[in-house]
């Protein structure tokens, strides 16, 4: 983003506008962090602003402050079409493609109103006036951050701002482990700790919260765990049967796909989760150093994101999929062995 783009959004954000902001569809906490941080700081400047998610997002984040304001596109799309067709101004944030807002694409790409995007994945469409992306970023809600500071008003981040912010800093930084961490990640994280964001409040709100129907699913997951040596890839399924018998909700699968990773000498791992209602099998993928799954999701399963951490899908069934899976994996033998 250019100082002349700052000085535009500056000068549009001087008088009250309607704004809307938006997350990706399955919003994570990256997601829902960036866009109510951003949702306070604009109320806090006398906009109209909401947040207008795809769908709906798990309940381990139902604590973020302002939530209870957030409109659900599947479930009030009157309400939530309207609000877009008059707003003035669109932020999309987390994600760098109209097709990952869902079913909003249409209204989105419709919209005539100013478009900002803030979002650090890589290889972003062009749809947007402004175009805040950086993959280097560790999180979205860190470029929240960068740029309240090019708006020159980072005494504005109060509390409320601060642990919105800093709760999608750390998960989309695996608790600041993943190398996207930089030296300012931490004098970001530190600058909110000391705006009001109460680090251990927000761990403990995000990760000690699980149910027991949580703990079961994983352990169901952690038996159904395989690995390939040779490949030095790890891979997790969940049948739509292991979810349903589980109670599963939203969320309850976050970062299990980490326990495939953290296995000595596998650098890459999977998750495959069926998902029935949607007719597709729900794929996370995760890797260490150089393996881009990106380009791996990007180029096998419709997928894509950041170098190590990446999401795609399969219209195959679970084993169909599973075997697509394996039967790739020879043509990255020489890289995953490198």
């Not at 794929?283 to 990007?298: A, C, K, P, Q, T």
Request: negative net charge.
């Amino acid at each position: 983003m250019t100082e002349h783009d700052i000085k535009e959004i500056k000068a549009l954000l001087i008088a009250p506008k309607h704004i809307v902001i938006v997350p990706h569809k399955n919003p994570d906490g990256d997601a829902m962090g960036s866009t109510l941080g951003l949702y306070h700081y604009l109320t806090k400047n006398n906009h109209t602003a909401t947040v207008i998610a795809p769908n709906d997002y798990p309940d381990f984040l139902k604590w973020l402050p302002g939530q209870d304001k957030v409109i659900i596109y599947e479930s009030d799309r009157t309400k939530a079409e309207s609000l877009i067709e008059s707003a003035d101004l669109i932020f999309t944030l987390d994600f760098n493609a109209l097709h990952r807002a869902g079913e909003m694409e249409t209204p989105l790409d419709n919209s005539k109103a100013i478009k900002i995007m803030i979002d650090h994945h890589q290889q972003p469409d062009i749809y947007a006036k402004y175009m805040f992306s950086d993959v280097s970023m560790s999180s979205t809600c860190e470029m929240v951050y960068r740029f309240i500071d090019m708006l020159e008003d980072t005494d504005a981040i109060d509390s409320q701002i601060a642990t919105c912010l800093y709760a999608g800093i750390l998960t989309d930084t695996g608790s600041f482990r993943f190398p996207s961490s930089t030296s300012t990640t931490h004098l970001v994280a530190a600058d909110l700790i000391d705006k009001g964001a109460d680090h251990s409040e927000i761990y403990n709100s995000i990760y000690d919260t699980n149910s027991y129907e949580r703990l079961q699913l994983l352990g169901v997951a952690l038996k159904n765990l395989k690995i390939i040596p040779e490949y030095r890839t790890a891979y997790i399924t969940l049948s739509q049967e292991e979810l349903n018998a589980a109670n599963f909700r939203k969320g309850d699968t976050e970062g299990f796909v980490n326990y495939g990773l953290s296995i000595k000498n596998i650098i890459f791992a999977a998750i495959f989760i069926e998902h029935k209602q949607e007719g597709i099998i729900k794929i996370s993928l995760r890797s260490e150093g150089d393996f881009s799954v990106n380009e791996f999701s990007r180029q096998n399963f419709s997928g894509g994101g950041h170098t190590n951490a990446a999401g795609g899908k399969s219209d195959l069934s679970l084993n169909d999929t599973v075997e697509k899976f394996i039967s790739i994996l020879p043509r990255y033998k020489n890289t995953l062995n490198s």
